[in-house]
């Protein structure tokens, strides 16, 4: 193979790890976005917690209780 189809090739080559570097930035981004916007549509049907030990609820910890500690989504079924 002589110099230029050898610079070529190489330059093919950094083409398609290129293309894959971006193909796999957008889809973390995809990734991102459906985590958030499940995230939001979980906080917009789920109901607040009636207590923390409360199950497929939320809850606002800045809110709720004393107003301190963590928020949550609780997802179990049972306690």
């Given at each position: 193979?002589?110099?230029?189809?050898?610079?070529v090739?190489?330059?093919?080559?950094?083409q398609?790890?290129d293309?894959?570097?971006?193909?796999a930035a957008r889809?973390?981004v995809v990734?991102?976005?459906?985590f958030?916007?499940?995230?939001?549509?979980?906080?917009?049907?789920?109901?607040?917690?009636?207590?923390?030990d409360?199950?497929m609820?939320?809850?606002?910890a800045q809110?709720?209780?004393?107003g301190?500690g963590?928020?949550?989504i609780?997802?179990?079924?049972?306690?």
């Amino acid at each position: 193979m002589n110099q230029k189809n050898h610079a070529v090739a190489n330059y093919r080559h950094q083409q398609k790890i290129d293309n894959r570097k971006d193909l796999a930035a957008r889809a973390l981004v995809v990734i991102a976005l459906m985590f958030a916007l499940g995230t939001a549509y979980l906080l917009a049907t789920l109901p607040q917690c009636a207590t923390e030990d409360s199950t497929m609820c939320y809850w606002n910890a800045q809110t709720q209780g004393n107003g301190q500690g963590n928020s949550l989504i609780n997802l179990s079924l049972t306690n």
